[in-house]
């Protein structure tokens, strides 16, 4: 397996190193044309386009944003490249779901979702079979957690002194105003009642110093909840540190006798 990297911040980072301990280094990172010439001293192949990657890459991992994925997802796919993202909330764009769907066809490769910042959600994917009532979805994260994010303009995240409900919508609206933020959201909506009949709401709270994920569903198969409290990445605090080890787990799954 060969793989390339698109994003190269604290979990573009996390991934390299974890993936270069298990003998997977990347090969090529896709940048933007002003850093072709930046490295830190690795050997990877830098380029700026999807037509520049080496032949004979069969996995692309982007550990980047929403904008590297709606830049360079399609054309990936269209290459018959397989790519896992973290980027998930970027397919609230109904025009971009559509068109990376187009193009896995076309190019006979497959968008994977990294989605392990939230657990639960092969829980949720089978209760949907049987058929979903009602998944709501909540984030909690201390103020520091949402700098950057419109909380900003909804709350005074200096003054907090109890839990605040900064947002409250439909899954989709979330992972749209919130692109950095709510890419869990966006997970739990594909794995159940879809963006729009999935509620989301979020919470800048002080009392707490780990990122909160809830989600409560129910349905023709009973009732659950589930919550996990993980903690982010210590170059970015608004990064998940399970999210970027679910890259890692999403890349080791894929070279697996047995895998789940």
């Not at 380029?47 to 692309?60: C, E, F, G, K, N």
């Not at 439909?170 to 909506?189: D, G, L, Q």
């Amino acid at each position: 397996m060969k793989i390339g990297l698109i994003g190269e911040g604290a979990i573009g980072r996390y991934v390299t190193e974890k993936l270069t301990e298990i003998g997977l280094a990347p090969q090529t990172v896709l940048t933007r044309a002003g850093r072709l010439h930046q490295t830190d001293g690795g050997t990877a192949l830098r380029v700026d386009r999807v037509a520049d990657l080496p032949s004979d890459i069969t996995l692309m991992v982007d550990c980047a944003g929403h904008e590297a994925l709606t830049q360079h997802g399609a054309a990936i796919l269209e290459r018959g490249i397989d790519l896992v993202t973290i980027s998930i909330g970027a397919l609230a764009d109904r025009q971009l779901e559509q068109g990376l769907q187009a193009a896995a066809r076309r190019g006979a490769a497959q968008l994977h979702l990294a989605t392990g910042a939230i657990g639960a959600l092969d829980c949720l994917q089978a209760a949907r079979v049987g058929g979903l009532s009602q998944v709501t979805y909540t984030g909690r994260k201390p103020p520091e957690g949402w700098r950057g994010s419109p909380a900003e303009e909804q709350v005074d995240l200096d003054a907090l002194t109890e839990a605040a409900v900064h947002f409250k919508g439909s899954a989709r609206e979330a992972a749209t105003a919130y692109p950095k933020n709510a890419n869990v959201a966006a997970a739990v909506a594909l794995a159940g009642l879809g963006f729009d009949k999935t509620t989301a709401q979020l919470i800048a709270d002080p009392e707490v110093t780990a990122n909160i994920h809830e989600i409560h569903a129910t349905g023709a198969f009973g009732s659950f909840h589930f919550r996990i409290e993980g903690t982010a990445l210590p170059d970015n605090p608004r990064s998940s540190a399970l999210a970027a080890m679910s890259v890692v787990s999403a890349v080791e799954r894929r070279r697996a006798a047995i895998t789940t």
